[in-house]
């Protein structure tokens, strides 16, 4: 049972573990080369600003991708704690950094699939992780007792926990995280000097694809540098289907009905593709534990009442996983179930609520 707790590092991530952990009870020493911060995440009631005078029960190293290894093997010789886990999210440097030493089967990697744009402890929240994926990598030689301390901290944090082995994680992550956002950035980064006018034009698809763009970069720099060669292969491939698709838009370009129809094709290919893989991702978000939850709500069918809810829906489009229909009883009546991961399903009931929809409607 996990008791006492080191967090390494008091930033967005480290104060909001130490918040979380501290509101379970757990004695938290609080550690950064910069104290005020580790003040601040004091204040904040993340934990003390001390070092623990035993080794810990567990550690949790808090601190940017590119010296998680050399702050590992620091604290490991050290004795800091029993057993240590990180929020690196980039798995293998620190497996490197340790696979000689003698403390290999005291280190679990760890990712919290979680974030903010605004760095630092003042962001931090307790409730950070509720609900959200919490990756943990062991090694071949991480033994049975640190990776069950790791697997108690994801559930003191109110986590969902995933165990993958360490190349796997980070070959998936660079798919699903890091190559999305350098896409955002590189689409952002066609905004920068964009004309007014076009500005004004711009809707929630827009802001959804460039949302992640706006995080910290120097933080991203460094989790990009740390998975580079997995993140270079994907990205080359995804040049390549780029290139493919330019060449299809320029054979639309020719008067030429032959290239007209070999460009419409890979074209409709790609589509057809996105639209497979957008099923793929809103198939796969309510595995792994996450609970989902159903908003039910009950129209009449009058003239454009369904445009109006819709309208709202669209709002919090990021985070539902499906729309139904449903013909109720009365010969007017529908109801509208919409499938949400959590915490949205509550905002969008209380905001449906609010305009005054009819919510949770028996049919």
Same mark, same amino acid.
Request: proline share 6%; glycine share 10%; aromatic share 2%.
């Given at each position: 049972m996990i008791r006492t707790t080191a967090v390494v590092g008091t930033g967005l991530i480290g104060t909001s573990v130490g918040l979380a952990l501290s509101s379970r009870g757990v004695d938290?020493?609080?550690?950064?080369?910069?104290? +005020?911060?580790?003040?601040?995440?004091?204040?904040?009631?993340?934990?003390?600003?001390?070092?623990?005078?035993?080794?810990?029960?567990?550690?949790?190293?808090?601190?940017?991708p590119h010296v998680t290894s050399k702050v590992l093997t620091e604290q490991q010789s050290r004795g800091l704690a029993r057993t240590y886990t990180d929020v690196a999210g980039v798995t293998g440097p620190a497996y490197r950094a340790v696979r000689s030493g003698p403390h290999l089967a005291d280190y679990v990697g760890g990712h919290p699939m979680t974030g903010g744009e605004q760095?630092?402890?003042?962001?931090?929240?307790?409730?950070?992780?509720?609900?959200? +994926?919490?990756?943990?990598?062991? /090694?071949?030689a991480t033994s049975q007792s640190a990776l069950n301390r790791s697997l108690e901290l994801v559930s003191l944090c109110r986590a969902v926990p995933v165990v993958m082995d360490p190349a796997s994680h980070d070959r998936a992550i660079a798919l699903v995280s890091h190559v999305p956002h350098v896409v955002s950035a590189l689409m952002a980064a066609r905004l920068e000097n964009a004309?007014?006018?076009?500005?004004?034009?711009?809707?929630?698809?827009?802001?959804?694809?460039?949302?992640?763009?706006?995080?910290?970069?120097?933080?991203?720099?460094?989790?990009?540098?740390?998975?580079?060669?997995?993140?270079?292969?994907?990205? /080359?491939d995804l040049a390549t289907h780029l290139d493919a698709t330019l /060449?299809?838009? *320029?054979?639309?370009? #020719?008067?030429?009905?032959?290239?007209?129809?070999?460009?419409?094709?890979?074209?409709?290919?790609?589509? *057809?593709?996105?639209?497979r893989g957008t099923s793929a991702v809103r198939g796969r978000a309510l595995d792994h534990g996450?609970?989902?939850?159903?908003?039910?709500?009950?129209?009449?069918?009058?003239?454009?009442?369904?445009?109006?809810?819709?309208?709202?829906?669209?709002?919090?489009?990021? *985070?539902?996983?499906?729309?139904?229909?449903?013909?109720?009883?009365?010969?007017? /009546?529908?109801?509208?179930?919409?499938?949400? #991961?959590?915490?949205?399903?509550?905002?969008?009931?209380?905001r449906l609520k609010e305009e005054g929809w009819n919510v949770l409607a028996p049919c």
């Amino acid at each position: 049972m996990i008791r006492t707790t080191a967090v390494v590092g008091t930033g967005l991530i480290g104060t909001s573990v130490g918040l979380a952990l501290s509101s379970r009870g757990v004695d938290v020493h609080l550690i950064d080369i910069d104290e +005020r911060t580790a003040r601040v995440a004091a204040a904040l009631g993340a934990g003390t600003v001390s070092a623990p005078a035993h080794p810990v029960d567990i550690a949790v190293l808090a601190v940017p991708p590119h010296v998680t290894s050399k702050v590992l093997t620091e604290q490991q010789s050290r004795g800091l704690a029993r057993t240590y886990t990180d929020v690196a999210g980039v798995t293998g440097p620190a497996y490197r950094a340790v696979r000689s030493g003698p403390h290999l089967a005291d280190y679990v990697g760890g990712h919290p699939m979680t974030g903010g744009e605004q760095p630092g402890p003042l962001a931090a929240r307790r409730d950070l992780f509720e609900d959200r +994926r919490w990756v943990l990598t062991p /090694g071949p030689a991480t033994s049975q007792s640190a990776l069950n301390r790791s697997l108690e901290l994801v559930s003191l944090c109110r986590a969902v926990p995933v165990v993958m082995d360490p190349a796997s994680h980070d070959r998936a992550i660079a798919l699903v995280s890091h190559v999305p956002h350098v896409v955002s950035a590189l689409m952002a980064a066609r905004l920068e000097n964009a004309p007014a006018e076009a500005l004004r034009l711009v809707g929630q698809e827009v802001r959804e694809l460039t949302g992640i763009a706006g995080e910290d970069p120097q933080l991203w720099s460094e989790i990009l540098r740390a998975n580079v060669s997995t993140v270079a292969e994907i990205l /080359g491939d995804l040049a390549t289907h780029l290139d493919a698709t330019l /060449g299809a838009l *320029h054979d639309l370009a #020719l008067d030429a009905p032959e290239a007209q129809e070999r460009g419409l094709a890979v074209l409709e290919d790609l589509l *057809h593709r996105g639209q497979r893989g957008t099923s793929a991702v809103r198939g796969r978000a309510l595995d792994h534990g996450t609970r989902s939850a159903t908003v039910s709500v009950g129209i009449e069918g009058r003239p454009g009442e369904l445009r109006r809810l819709l309208s709202v829906v669209e709002e919090f489009k990021r *985070h539902t996983t499906g729309i139904d229909v449903e013909q109720c009883a009365r010969p007017s /009546g529908l109801r509208i179930r919409i499938d949400a #991961l959590p915490p949205t399903a509550g905002l969008l009931e209380a905001r449906l609520k609010e305009e005054g929809w009819n919510v949770l409607a028996p049919c």
